[in-house]
T-cell receptor, first 115, second 115 residues
């Protein structure tokens, strides 16, 4: 079984400041890792994912996440946030083997960007 | 190419009534997932289906809840004899067949309110 821990339920930050949203996971097998973003009253949208290769992955809107196998982490970062980044962010894992395709999600981190 | 379509977006039911939530996956997707989201609790997996098969329903309550994904038509999540605690946002997601690691795509959600 897998589990995902998002250490911060809420992260307030000022516009143009850097931000890091933390995600740690636990799994007995290798996993694929995802970050999703959810805007109010909407579904989840994929932000970025790590399957293999370079441990640093980037999204088109300036977010990046780095897979750290030894620390079992996949923290999400952005060097300068905008008001429009205010949303709920979910980290998720899927086993890379074993035949289960079911993602396990963390409880989410609410990013609140203040002007 | 339409995304995952869920309806209704909002549903109000009185205690004891039935709620039926529908989900049409993206074109070419044969895997469907249902999740429930409660405030402060993140996304909880309910059931994973492929066409005409329930693959994993370990997250679904044993009573009153059922799900299907027929050969033709949308996936249906049915909640019988609803209670106030069933009030939540229900999200459907779909993914293409094949290996683990495929991105799953979410619908906009169905918000159930039990009065």
């Amino acid at each position: 079984a897998q589990s995902v821990t998002q250490l911060d339920s809420q992260v307030p930050v000022f516009e143009e400041a850097p931000v890091e949203l933390r995600c740690n996971y636990s799994s007995s097998v290798s996993v694929y890792l995802f970050w999703y973003v959810q805007y109010p009253n909407q579904g989840l949208q994929l932000l970025l994912k790590y399957l293999s290769g370079s441990t640093l992955v980037e999204s088109i809107n300036g977010f990046e996440a780095e897979f750290n196998k030894s620390q079992t982490s996949f923290h999400l970062r952005k060097p300068s946030v905008h008001i429009s980044d205010t949303a709920e962010y979910f980290c998720a894992v899927i086993p890379a083997s074993g035949g289960s395709y079911i993602p396990t999600f963390g409880r989410g981190t609410s990013l609140i960007v203040h002007p | 190419n339409a995304g995952v379509m869920q309806n209704p977006r909002h549903l109000v039911r009185r205690r004891g009534q039935e709620a039926r939530l529908r989900c049409s996956p993206m074109k070419g997707h044969s895997h469907v997932y249902w999740y429930r989201q409660l405030p402060e609790e993140g996304l909880k997996f309910m059931v994973y289906l492929q066409k005409e098969n329930i693959i994993d329903e370990s997250g679904m309550p044993k009573e009153r809840f059922s799900a299907e994904f027929p050969k033709e038509g949308p996936s249906i999540l049915r909640i019988q004899q609803v209670v106030r605690g069933d009030s939540a946002a229900y999200f459907c997601a779909s993914s293409p067949p094949g290996i683990s690691g495929n991105t799953i795509y979410f619908g906009e959600g169905s918000w159930l309110t039990v009065v």
